[in-house]
C-alpha cells in the first residue's frame, strides 16, 4: 500500500534548541532548501515537537535532514500526545543516514515529539519531517470522521 503524507497545513512545530536564523517551522515546509537545526552538538534529551492541530493516525514518521547529511539523530524516542501533557513512547531507535523511518504500531495523536537519547558532535538538523498516514483509518476500519468506506 502507498504511503500518502498527512495534509501538515496549519501544523507547528517547536524545539528544545534552535540555531540562530532558523525556525522549527522550516522542518514542515515541504522545501529541504530549508530546515531547522539545533545548533549545537546532538546531546540526551534534545527534542523537536510537531502540532498536527487535530488527532491524526499515522505509524511512522520520516526524518530527512536534506543536504547536512551528518546532522541526523544518532538515537532517538517517538512520544505521542493527544493534550501535549501525558505523553506514550511508540518508538525507539537510531538514525543511519540523512533519512531515517522510524516505524511504529499505528497510533491516534495530535502531537510527535522526537527527543534525542545520545550524544553526537554532529548538529541535529531537519529539513522536512513526514508523517505519512499510510492508510490507518482504513486498516482500523475507522478514524476520527466515522466508519471507514471500503
Not at 37 to 49: H, R, V
Request: aromatic share 10%; hydrophobic share 35%.
Amino acid at each position: 500500500m502507498a504511503t500518502v503524507p498527512l495534509d501538515q497545513t496549519g501544523w507547528t512545530a517547536t524545539a528544545s534548541a534552535t540555531e540562530s536564523g532558523s525556525s522549527p517551522a522550516n522542518a514542515l515546509d515541504w522545501n529541504t532548501g530549508t530546515r531547522w537545526s539545533t545548533g549545537a552538538p546532538q546531546a540526551a534529551g534534545q527534542w523537536f515537537k510537531a502540532d498536527t492541530g487535530s488527532s491524526q493516525w499515522f505509524n511512522h514518521l520520516v526524518l530527512d535532514s536534506g543536504t547536512s547529511a551528518t546532522d541526523y539523530p544518532r538515537g532517538l524516542t517517538v512520544e505521542v500526545s493527544d493534550d501535549n501533557s501525558t505523553w506514550r513512547t511508540v518508538a525507539g531507535g537510531e538514525g543511519a543516514g540523512a533519512v531515517t523511518t522510524v516505524n511504529f504500531p499505528i497510533v491516534q495523536a495530535r502531537y510527535v515529539k522526537v527527543t534525542l537519547n545520545k550524544a553526537s558532535g554532529s548538529w541535529w538538523s531537519i529539513a522536512e519531517m513526514r508523517v505519512p498516514a499510510s492508510g490507518c483509518r482504513r486498516r482500523q476500519g475507522y478514524g476520527p470522521r466515522g466508519p471507514a468506506r471500503t
